[in-house]
């Protein structure tokens, strides 16, 4: 897993920004993000031994950087 800092600032406004923020928009966010993660999810499962090898490998590879990242699932291919 990959660690990832915060700083204080950002935290206070993220904090700020959910003071703003009505129930029925959170709960429209939160949905969408359930359902990206279920999408990662079901294609994850659906990847074979050796894709999935070949997508940590690229990712390793470029150093965790998403457009990389997000290459290679459209594409399986760190270079498209």
Do not use: H, Y
Request: with cysteine.
């Amino acid at each position: 897993m990959i660690k990832e800092e915060f700083s204080m600032r950002d935290i206070d406004a993220f904090l700020n920004s959910l003071v703003n923020i009505d129930r029925n928009s959170l709960v429209a966010i939160l949905s969408s993000e359930v359902a990206t993660d279920r999408q990662v999810v079901n294609s994850a499962k659906q990847r074979t031994a050796s894709q999935r090898a070949r997508r940590r490998i690229a990712w390793i590879e470029c150093g965790g950087n998403t457009i990389v990242k997000e290459s290679v699932r459209n594409t399986g291919s760190p270079m498209a």
